[in-house]
C-alpha cells in the first residue's frame, strides 16, 4: 500500500492528541497516507478512532503502536523532588511515576480484530509471532528504526518496510534501547540512515526527520525512499489536535529545539523551554514513569497557555513548515518535490 501511494507523503503518528481520524483522512484525500497514534490511549478511546478512520478514508489508513521496554530501575527521588515543586507552582499534584505497557497487548489485539490495513511499531521491535499474526489478518508491519542494526533486526522478524528515523525528527526518537546517552543511542541523519539501510536490507524505507519542504521530499526519494514520512510539517494543520500555546510556539519561530528527557524520560526533540533548561540535564532514562509523573504539569501548564512547561515537539526544522489545511499542505509538497526534481534534473544535464 505505502510503497503505490500517488503522493508518496505520509503523515506521521503523533501521540498526545495531535494525531487525528481528520487528519489523516484529509492527507488520504489528497494522495497521501497516515497513521493514527496509539500511543497514550486506552484500547476503547483508539477503537473508536479507527472507526472513524474507517469511514472516513475507506480502510486507507494505519495505527502506529508504542513496543514496551523494560521496568527502568532508576531512582527517581530527586527527580519527583523538582517535579512536585513545578506542580505547585502550577496548581497540581505531580503523576505518579509508574511503569506501564501502554496497553500494548490490548490495543494489538484491536488492530488484528479490526484487520488494520498497516500496523507500525516504535520504541522497539515486534517478535516474529507477532509480525506473522499481522500478515495472517492482512497487515503490512512498518518497524520504525534509527540505526543499521535495528534495521537488520527489523527485517529478520520479517517487517514489510522501515521507517528510518534521523535525529532531526521532532518528538520521540524510536530507540529500541535507550542507552542513557542524550540521544538514547547513536544519531544518524537522515540520509546517511537511509543509504546504511538500504545496503543492509532490501526492504522499502520510508524517511523521516527534519523533512518538512517538498525539496527533502526528492531528496529522500533520490536518496532510496519509497515516500516520506513528516510529522512537524502538518502541526500547524487545522485538522490536526495540535494545543494553542503550541501552535504559537511554532508560528513563533525564534526558539532552538533539542533533544531532552525532562518530560517522559525517553530523548525526543521539542522547542527548548525553560521545563527543559531546568529539569533536562537530571532527568533519569525512565519511561514512561517520567511521562506519568510530569503529565499534571504539562496538562495545566497547556490549559494556561503557558508554553515553558508543555513539551513542545518540533523536528530541527520547524521554521520551514507553513501551517494550511492538510490536503494543501500535501498539495504543495507534492508541487515543491516534482519542481525540486526538475531543477536536479537540469542541473545534472
Known amino acids: ?61 494505519g495505527v502506529n503502536l508504542f513496543v514496551p521496554g523494560t521496568r527502568s530501575d532508576a531512582d527517581l527521588t530527586a527527580y519527583r523532588r523538582r517535579i512536585g515543586a513545578e506542580a ?102 537522515v540520509l546517511a540512515l537511509l543509504r546504511l539501510a538500504a545496503a543492509d536490507t532490501n526492504l522499502p524505507l520510508i524517511a523521516a526527520g527534519g523533512l518538512v519542504h517538498g525539496a527533502d521530499v526528492a531528496a529522500v526519494l533520490v536518496a532510496g525512499a519509497v515516500a516520506a514520512q513528516l510529522g512537524t510539517a502538518f502541526l500547524g494543520c487545522p485538522e490536526a489536535g495540535t494545543q494553542a500555546a503550541h501552535r504559537e510556539a511554532l508560528r513563533d519561530g525564534t526558539r532552538t529545539t533539542a533533544l531532552t528527557r525532562a518530560f517522559t524520560g525517553r530523548p525526543a526533540r521539542g522547542l527548548a523551554n525553560r521545563f527543559m533548561t531546568e529539569h533536562g540535564p537530571h532527568a533519569p532514562a525512565a519511561y514512561p514513569n517520567l511521562h506519568h509523573l510530569t503529565r499534571p504539569v504539562r496538562g495545566a501548564a497547556g490549559r494556561l497557555g503557558d508554553p515553558e512547561a508543555m513539551s513542545l515537539w518540533a523536528g530541527t526544522t520547524y521554521r520551514l513548515a507553513e501551517p494550511a489545511p492538510a490536503a494543501e499542505v500535501v498539495r504543495r509538497l507534492h508541487e515543491q518535490a516534482r519542481d525540486a526534481l526538475s531543477r536536479a534534473n537540469t542541473r545534472l544535464g
Not at 490511549?41 to 477503537?47: P, R, S, T, Y
Not at 501502554?102 to 490495543?107: E, F, H, Q, S
Open 88 to 189: 505547585s507552582r502550577y496548581g497540581v499534584e505531580p503523576g505518579a511515576p509508574s511503569w506501564d505497557d501502554d496497553a500494548y497487548p490490548a490495543k494489538l489485539e484491536l488492530v488484528l480484530a479490526r484487520r488494520v490495513p498497516v500496523v507500525s511499531f516504535t520504541f522497539g521491535c515486534p517478535d516474529g509471532s507477532t509480525v506473522e499474526r499481522l500478515h495472517a489478518a492482512g497487515a503490512e508491519v512498518v518497524v520504525t528504526v534509527t540505526t543499521p542494526a535495528e534495521a537488520r533486526q527489523a527485517a529478520r522478524v520479517g517487517a514489510d518496510a522501515l521507517c528510518v528515523q534521523g535525529a532531526d525528527a521532532g518528538a520521540h526518537r524510536g530507540v529500541f534501547v535507550d542507552d542513557g546517552s542524550p540521544g538514547g543511542g547513536e544519531l544518524y541523519g
Open 1 to 61: 500500500m505505502i510503497a503505490e501511494l500517488r503522493v508518496p507523503v505520509i503523515v506521521a503518528p503523533m501521540a498526545g492528541g495531535v494525531s487525528t481520524p481528520e487528519l489523516v483522512a484529509e492527507v488520504v484525500r489528497a494522495g497521501g497516507f497516515g497513521f493514527l497514534a496509539a500511543g497514550y490511549l486506552g484500547a476503547e478511546a483508539l477503537a473508536e478512532q479507527i472507526d472513524r478512520a474507517e469511514e472516513l478514508t475507506g480502510g486507507a489508513y
